[in-house]
């Protein structure tokens, strides 16, 4: 959002630069929410799980981007669905984030359900 807002400034369009930006929010979420899933279930190896899968994601996004991933694997990134060539609306967006709010919930109750020990 700091981003955006620079942008809006910068550009003289404060509302164009945010919206610009803010789309892109539910997208990650959803990467949060695989991450907490993953920290969740998997402890300590979640951390990779996580990163792992936000490489995945900016990996098929740049090779969509210079062409050497074709749409229907771009598809499998959840910044496909917010990207700006695709055809989104309130749905798609809350469609994301209810999968996030679904993936960072998993993750906390595994967490709730693991033995602690510090």
Known sequence: ??????????????????????????????????????????????????????????????????????DAFFKVSPFAHVHYSADFGPGTLAGLTVVAAGLAASGLYALRRRDLAL
Do not use: Y
């Open 1 to 70: 959002m700091i981003a955006g807002l620079g942008l809006g400034l910068g550009d003289g369009d404060v509302a164009g630069g945010l919206a610009t930006t803010t789309v892109i929010l539910p997208g990650i979420w959803v990467m949060t929410g695989i991450a907490m899933a993953a920290f969740g279930l998997f402890r300590r190896s979640g951390t990779v799980v996580g990163w792992t899968a936000l490489a995945l994601a900016i990996a098929v996004e740049v090779g969509w981007e210079v062409g050497l991933v074709n």
